[in-house]
């Protein structure tokens, strides 16, 4: 079965200071990988995707992240966080089948 | 604004009871999808339809059932409702079948007392 691990539940950072988010999958099929973000009492917004081609992948508020297939991860991160980074950050994989979300980190950004 | 409007916003109902959650995609969206999100199970996808036709299902409960209508709104019914089934429910949508660049509903909170 799929799973999706997110390793921190809760990662606290100060203001400025850059940040990483880590996520690793078990999929021994193709996979395409999602970071989601969300705000209290909002939705999910998609930060970023990766669908196939370079394992670089730059999204929304600066936010990039990096396919490893040999490692099976896709980590999140930005060179300097902002206060409104404050959130929950969802990675997610997609099978082709089924969607599989990882159970959340929770980013404070502390001034 | 994602485009994507859920309603109502909260729902506050009784064990036993059956709750329709309604969901209007994004305009030239086809594909739907519902989720839930609780403390203990995280979030969940549960069910996706696509222009009409259910196309993936993930897990969800018998005692809940989805469809699609022709204008593409979908709509999530919980029937024999437990306390353990509340929780945040989304409903998502995308263009097309595969692409998976989903827009997420503010979502209907769903209490059952």
């Known amino acids: 079965a799929q799973s999706v691990t997110q390793l921190d539940s809760q990662v606290p950072v100060f203001e400025e200071a850059p940040v990483e988010l880590r996520c690793n999958y078990s999929?021994?099929?193709?996979?395409?990988l999602f970071w989601y973000v969300q705000y209290p009492n909002q939705g999910l917004q998609l930060l970023l995707k990766?669908?196939?081609?370079?394992?670089l992948v730059k999204g929304i508020n600066g936010f990039e992240a990096e396919f490893n297939k040999s490692q099976t991860s896709f980590h999140l991160r930005k060179p300097s966080v902002h206060i409104s980074d404050t959130a929950e950050y969802f990675c997610?994989?997609?099978?082709?089948?089924?969607?599989?979300f990882g159970t959340g980190t929770s980013l404070t950004v502390i001034p | 604004d994602s485009g994507v409007t859920q309603t109502p916003k909260h729902l506050i109902t009784a064990t036993g009871q059956r709750v329709t959650l309604r969901c209007s995609p994004r305009?030239?969206?086809?594909?739907v999808y519902w989720y839930q999100q609780s403390l203990d199970q995280g979030l969940q996808f549960l069910i996706q339809y696509y222009n009409g036709e259910e196309r993936a299902k993930g897990n969800i409960l018998e005692r809940f059932s989805a469809q699609q209508f022709p204008d593409l709104h979908s709509e999530l019914n919980l029937s024999s409702l437990e306390l353990g089934d509340s929780a945040l429910y989304f409903c998502a949508s995308s263009v097309g079948l595969r692409d998976r660049e989903a827009f997420f509903g503010q979502g209907t909170r769903l209490t059952v007392v």
């Open positions: 997610a994989v997609d099978t082709g089948n089924q969607f599989y």
């Open positions: 990766y669908l196939s081609g370079s394992t």
């Open positions: 999929s021994s099929v193709s996979v395409y």
């Open positions: 305009s030239g969206d086809l594909s």
